[in-house]
């Protein structure tokens, strides 16, 4: 009995002892949890993001988020592909089903006539899966993606730029939330440039002096294959986007050729790993496969742009300096004479505002005043001056021509402006470098941060998504109940008075949303390209001469397709209530 009570006071001293260091482990851990999560550092990430977050959204946020940015063209438009790609992910259907949306019927890989959306729509499939309705789930979506917009670059900032939380967190502001992005709100696949991010923090590792360790082989190659997956997954993201990464990596790879630093490097890592970057690369253009062979038949059927064609969308110079009229500091700006020449101005707003604009040229300057940020601040603000320059206009003259007819894919870029919006990356960057140097001087930070986000304040348009989803919901019902027999395919003409929207675009958007909802399939159709000889741009009825006109075209179409028979319903509704005539 004694030697068992002597091992059980053993056991229980031991226990005991372990359990004092558990518990002081347990409390330790604890306490550096608490600290990341209160830390000062978080208080700055959490109070950045939400300034920015509110601003951008404020006009949803304010409205108790019955509001939606921006218009019921683009943003509905936008929105329909991320729903129809949920409502494909569910189905189970094969991937060729995705591109045959049920619009432009019976035209085939419509999707393809804009971008498809797939690399972005994560978080919008996983707000619906938890059962957001679709409105709600797209302003999911757009938190979401600023969130990880920002966060990335602050991640990428913090790592390899500064050791000032406030220097990051104003980068990835500006990145994040700038005028020229929030001025494409409505377009949702310039929203997410996480990707892009990624590709870069992959990027500096591999250059870095980390990076060319020859221990870190393994390390090397998981971010080789991380930078060909973000480069991938912004082309599945959005087809500009990607297309803007490519052109910016080869401008920037130019540049660090053209530096003994970056020749340097660049060699170090294709000497060590010239295999693997091959066969990752090789892997990437096979995995972007599926999704150029779509938009190759889709370019085959409506053809590919011809210079002359997109000539005034790329930039003039002023449009550098552009802020628009949403522009809450700058709208005074537009009635310039030298702003209100830009054609096609609101793809082309591309200034960050007087102030901020200094701001960055001075923050490439401090860069390369850092030895440590000096080849990354060249290359980026190189690269910057040569894009703009190769890709800005002179009373129609430019160099972009040249770059249009030999750059590869370079003929699909429409509303080339939007480069703009991809050159925000560089940007940031420029801010971090400004205020890692002015983080000393906290008064002046202060005050410039202040001025810079006030000139990013837009204030967008937004419209009443339960008003519109009514709408819809009234349209699907007619088509549901189409007459005699059920409904084939569809198409809707709505008809017009002095008080009813007059654009066309609003009507073919509602009319693919019913579409979306019933299962018919429609004629109506928005996007950026459309089926050869499709006759319906302008399908609103007025009077009697325009019924004739749009019903002489109709019949042209289903002639051309065979779509004769009253399963083929044509829906004639009053525009102001969306009820039969």
């Known amino acids: 009995m004694p030697a068992v009570s002597k091992a059980s006071g053993f056991f229980i001293l031991v226990a005991a002892g372990a359990g004092v260091c558990f518990s002081c482990n347990l409390m330790n851990a604890a306490r550096k ?9 978080t208080a700055v990430f959490v109070a950045v993001f939400a300034v920015g977050a509110l601003m951008m959204f404020h006009p949803m946020v304010f409205s108790g988020f019955a509001m939606m940015q921006v218009d019921q063209g683009d943003t ?24 045959d949306a049920g619009f432009f019927f019976p035209a085939k890989n419509v999707i393809a006539y804009s971008d498809a959306m797939l690399g972005v729509a994560l978080p919008y499939w996983l707000a619906r899966f938890s059962g957001a309705a679709p409105e709600r789930a797209l302003q999911c979506w757009y938190f979401i993606s600023v969130f990880l917009n920002y966060a990335s670059f602050y991640l990428l900032a913090r790592r390899w730029l500064t050791r000032s939380a406030l220097a990051a967190a104003a980068g990835a502001f500006l990145f994040s939330f700038a005028a020229a992005r929030v001025n494409q709100t409505g377009h949702q696949q310039l929203v997410g440039q996480y990707y892009a991010v990624l590709g870069l923090y992959a990027l500096f590792w591999l250059l870095s002096d980390e990076g060319s360790a020859r221990p870190r082989a393994g390390r090397r190659r998981f971010w080789i294959a991380a930078f060909f997956g973000g480069f991938v997954l912004q082309f599945y993201g959005a087809f500009y986007f990607g297309w803007f990464m490519f052109f910016f990596l080869a401008a920037a790879f130019a540049v660090g050729l053209a530096l003994a630093g970056g020749r340097r490097r660049i060699w170090i890592l294709f000497k060590t790993e010239w295999f693997f970057i091959i066969l ?29 064609n997109i000539r005034d969308l790329v ?9 628009g009229p949403w522009s809450v500091p700058y709208a005074w700006l537009g009635k310039l004479k030298i702003f209100r020449m830009i054609v096609s101005e609101h793809e082309q707003r591309l200034g960050l505002g007087l102030l901020t604009s200094v701001l960055v040229v001075l923050g490439y300057r401090a860069g390369w005043r850092d030895k440590k940020t000096r080849l990354v601040a060249v290359v980026s603000a190189v690269t910057v001056m040569l894009v703009v ?13 040249y770059v249009f007819s030999v750059f590869p894919g370079a003929d699909a870029i429409r509303a080339f402006g939007r480069i703009g919006v991809f050159m925000l990356l560089f940007h940031g960057l420029a801010v971090v470098f400004f205020f890692n140097v002015a983080r000393h001087r906290r008064t002046l930070f202060v005050i410039f941060a202040l001025l810079c986000a006030a000139e990013q304040l837009v204030h967008t348009p937004s419209y009443d998504w339960r008003a519109a989803r009514q709408q819809v919901s009234r349209l699907a019902g007619q088509v549901a109940g189409g007459g005699d027999a059920a409904c084939l395919s569809f198409v809707f003409t709505p008809v017009i008075s002095g008080r009813s929207f007059e654009y066309s675009w609003k009507y ?20 950026g ?5 499709w006759p319906l741009e302008h399908m609103v009825i007025k009077n009697a001469r325009d019924d004739h006109t749009v019903t002489g075209a109709l019949k042209k179409w289903k002639d051309l397709h065979g779509l004769h028979g009253p399963s083929h319903c044509r829906i004639k509704l009053d525009a102001d209530h969306y009820e039969p005539i």
Request: hydrophobic fraction near 45%; aromatic fraction near 14%.
């Open 33 to 41: 949890i608490l600290y990341a999560v209160f830390s000062p550092e």
């Open 76 to 99: 509905r438009f936008n929105h329909y592909l991320l729903e129809h790609g949920y409502r494909w992910l569910l189905s189970g259907l094969p991937w060729e089903e995705f591109w």
């Open 280 to 308: 990752i690369g090789a892997l990437a253009a096979l995995s972007l496969v599926p999704l150029v062979q779509q938009y190759l038949a889709a370019a085959r059927d409506v053809g590919c742009r011809r210079f002359e």
């Open 315 to 323: 930039p003039p110079v002023q449009a550098w300096f552009h802020m």
């Open 389 to 401: 320059i190769l890709s800005s206009q002179i009373k129609g003259h430019t160099l972009w021509r």
């Open 508 to 527: 073919h958007v509602d009319a693919m949303w019913a579409a979306l909802e019933t299962g018919v399939p429609t004629v109506n159709g928005y996007s």
């Open 529 to 533: 390209n459309h089926p050869p000889a």
